[in-house]
């Protein structure tokens, strides 16, 4: 059976458009400190996907980093919908910035392939407004069309049944599951075409699940055998919203209860599902449809996610397109379902369920605290405590698997001379307190420029108090970044034992002493 | 005559059981628990972390001990998460033995629509995350204690607090009473590590009193047993030479 004729309509660099960047400007958007998507000028420079934030910057000069919004980027890409919609009601959003019809009512209705790829073109153009290109392509089965739309200029018609003759030249790296195609091409097969010739049921005994998805794509068939789905029994869930909500927060908090409830049941009969519709109504009875597909299982937060992102789009869009009253109903019918396959969690190391709770709760102080109320160590280099160690926002790591150490080149630690060795102080003040350090007769004690204190310190003046000191070391200066005039720093280090049993470190900085960290 | 055979099955079932009592795993107190760094099992009644405790620390050298308690499950594949204190010393908390890859340090105070405090942030954490280390400069009310211990105890997580060893709810308190750093001379040296006495206090099976003698930050960042006196090599400054 032949896959269902597609059509893919993509927006190249949707990531940098969505931000309200021009694409001659060089900008790269950034998630997890790799960069995603790069504007074609910074391309230029070099800059590609999977680059690290530092090597992309040393690329390109005045390169701009933005982190990425995914809530933004599906938020901009609703009134590009919108314009497909007297087209089809059917339309599958399969990332922002891509989206998929059914070709089948579209191409009979308006006379064949090329008359829908125009109308789509103009639509889309019309609504973009020249912010970016729109690529077209036709094709049999979501996947060859994607690609198809990825080869356009600007459009690019497959004809029906000759996909698999489309795709076999293609190099094996476009089905996007690196492990599985690094064996590959360690075998030899560098093409999709030379991957079809394999025996399907030697790659099923060789790469089993995976595997035969991938063959099967690969052959221009659906990545699962028709029969493998599951009729559906009507598993659509829905909530009526009363009085009706006009406000973004009160609908998507009830779209999240409902995607749990849905997403408990989905789990308990062992499904998951890859495409789910949501459907919105208002209390005039305006609806809107839309579906959404996710290469793993969409999970409950994802589901709410895209209900919030869809609805933020329609709310909050231009008056033409804007519902004239609340949202009264939601309804979320799970489109394309699959056998649980179910993640397999590791025990030791790897993903684990622990980290899965622990990645949840952070999502979810995050919503309610704020972003940066949530954050993660990370290793950075430094000679101080407080620079050695930083906080950054737990929202733009993954938390999964992560590794705090950014400094490793090659798996080696480059070595910070002047470092004090362990055992490093276990409180470091964001913000240091001003103290005296006095000598003998009372006098402050100054290092001189060859890094010699005047006079052997005898008493720590904190906050008016003065407290006598046991024992000292020091001072250990410290001459950094003195070819930036605006980083350049001094500073002369002590480590200060007072009689009350407090260890400090204490710095001199511009001629004023500060306690920088303690050993408590 | 004598059923041999009923007396056989009888016999049977009666080894059966004294089979199932030895081979029935130990699913005590210590099943309740979470490992902690060697250096530190003797502190604690059952040897380890019990699940659903509120331990709290005191005394100079507070936080590093908060540090070496938590560091016990983290190292096990716990999570760490730190409420209300951010000027831990996180070098500090790696060289204790905390991985930093499960560690998040969370402000309470940074939502400006929320009311929910310290305590809101606590209850929300306890289940998801294994230990939660609260800083010195967080109030709960007593009233949020009962409600959060009775929350800890169900899920199994397990607060550890600085510095608020005498408020209500402290199941095992630990005390440093006495601290003395070795390595750091007059004008020399550096220091090396602190040799702490810590005593414990607490309600149930911890109220019996206990002590110790730890190196507490040892050489190494890491919580040291001191059965004995160290030897004296250990403790000797690295740094002599600057002197």
């Known amino acids: ?520 | 005559m004598f059923d041999t055979r009923e007396m056989a099955a009888a016999e049977r079932v009666t080894n059966l059981r004294l089979v199932a009592d030895k081979v029935a795993p130990l699913a005590l107190a210590r099943e309740r628990t979470m490992p902690l760094l060697p250096a530190l099992t003797s502190l604690f009644p059952e040897g380890g972390l019990r699940r659903g405790s509120i331990v709290a620390t005191d005394g100079v050298g507070a936080t590093s001990l908060a540090l070496a308690v938590a560091a016990g499950p983290s190292a096990a594949g716990s999570w760490t998460a730190v409420v209300g204190d951010p000027g831990l010393g996180l070098a500090a908390a790696a060289e204790s033995g905390l991985v930093l890859e499960r560690m998040l340090v969370i402000d309470p105070n940074a939502g400006q629509g929320s009311d929910k405090g310290a305590a809101g942030v606590v209850a929300a954490l306890v289940g998801a995350i294994d230990v939660v280390l609260v800083g010195p400069g967080v109030r709960i009310r007593p009233a949020d204690v009962r409600r959060l211990s009775a929350r800890m105890r169900e899920r199994g997580s397990v607060l550890i607090r600085v510095g608020a060893i005498d408020e209500p709810g402290v199941d095992i308190g630990l005390r440093i009473v006495e601290s003395e750093w070795t390595g750091l001379g007059v004008g020399h040296g550096l220091l090396r590590a602190r040799r702490v006495r810590i005593e414990t206090q607490g309600r149930g099976s911890a109220a019996r009193p206990r002590g110790a003698a730890f190196l507490l930050p040892g050489p190494h960042g890491e919580p040291v047993a001191l059965g004995e006196p160290a030897p004296e090599h250990e403790l000797r400054p690295v740094l002599q030479a600057l002197a």
């Not at chain 1, 049921?201 to 099967?216: C, I, S, W």
């Not at chain 1, 102080?425 to 307190?433: D, E, I, L, W, Y």
């Open chain 1, 1 to 520: 059976m032949a896959p269902v004729r597609t059509l893919v309509a993509w927006c190249p660099d949707w990531p940098v458009v969505a931000l309200g960047r021009e694409l001659h400007e060089s900008v790269a958007v950034i998630f997890a400190n790799r960069v995603i998507a790069a504007s074609p000028a910074a391309r230029q420079h070099g800059v590609a996907r999977g680059l690290r934030r530092r090597v992309a910057q040393s690329r390109c000069a005045d390169l701009d980093v933005i982190e990425r919004d995914e809530a933004r980027e599906a938020r901009s890409f609703e009134p590009v919908l919108a314009a497909l919609d007297d087209i089809t009601p059917r339309v599958e959003v399969t990332r922002p910035g891509t989206c998929a019809i059914a070709m089948r009512g579209p191409s009979r209705y308006f006379g064949g392939d090329e008359a829908v790829a125009d109308l789509v073109r103009q639509r889309m153009g019309e609504a973009l407004a020249g912010r970016t290109e729109i690529r077209v392509g036709i094709a049999d089965g979501p996947f060859a069309a994607g690609l198809a739309a990825r080869a356009a200029r600007p459009t690019r018609i497959i004809e029906e049944g000759t996909s698999p003759g489309f795709l076999a030249p293609m190099s094996i790296s476009v089905l996007e599951r690196p492990e599985l195609t690094d064996v590959l091409v360690r075998l030899g097969l560098r093409s999709l075409g030379s991957f079809a010739d394999l025996p399907p049921a030697d790659v099923l005994a060789r790469f089993g699940d995976e595997g035969r998805g991938a063959h099967r794509l690969a052959s221009g068939l659906e990545e699962r055998p028709p029969d493998a789905r599951l009729a559906p029994p009507d598993w659509s869930i829905s909530t009526e919203i009363d009085p009706p909500a006009d406000r973004i927060d009160r609908v998507a908090f009830c779209a999240r209860t409902l995607a749990d409830d849905l997403h408990q049941r989905l789990e308990h009969d062992g499904i998951s599902c890859v495409r789910i519709a949501i459907e919105a109504e208002t209390e005039y009875g305006e609806t809107l449809l839309r579906l959404w597909r996710h290469e793993g299982a969409l999970s409950a937060a994802a589901i709410a996610d895209r209900v919030r992102w869809q609805l933020d789009g329609w709310l909050n869009g231009s008056a033409a397109t804007r519902p004239s009253g609340g949202i009264a109903r939601v309804t979320l019918v799970p489109d394309e379902i699959v056998p649980a396959k179910g993640r397999q969690l590791g025990f030791w190391g790897g993903e684990t369920e622990v980290d899965e709770r622990a990645a949840r709760v952070a999502a979810r102080l995050q919503g309610q605290l704020g972003a940066d109320a949530v954050m993660v160590p990370e290793r950075r280099g430094g000679r101080h405590p407080d620079e050695q160690l930083v906080l950054v926002p737990a929202a733009t790591v993954e938390l999964r698997g992560r590794s705090a150490d950014e400094r490793a080149v090659d798996g080696e630690v480059p070595p910070w001379p002047g470092q004090l060795p362990a055992p490093s102080p276990s409180r470091v003040p964001a913000k240091p307190h001003a103290v005296e350090l006095t000598d003998a007769a009372g006098e402050m004690v100054t290092v001189t420029g060859r890094g010699l204190a005047s006079a052997p310190p005898v008493a720590l003046v904190i906050r008016g108090r003065t407290v006598p000191i046991s024992g000292w070391a020091g001072p250990w200066p410290v001459d950094e970044r003195w070819w930036d005039t605006d980083d350049h720093r001094r500073r002369a280090r002590f480590q200060i034992l007072t009689e009350d049993g407090q260890a400090r470190l204490v710095t001199l900085e511009h001629g004023q002493w500060w306690v920088t960290a303690l050993w408590d």
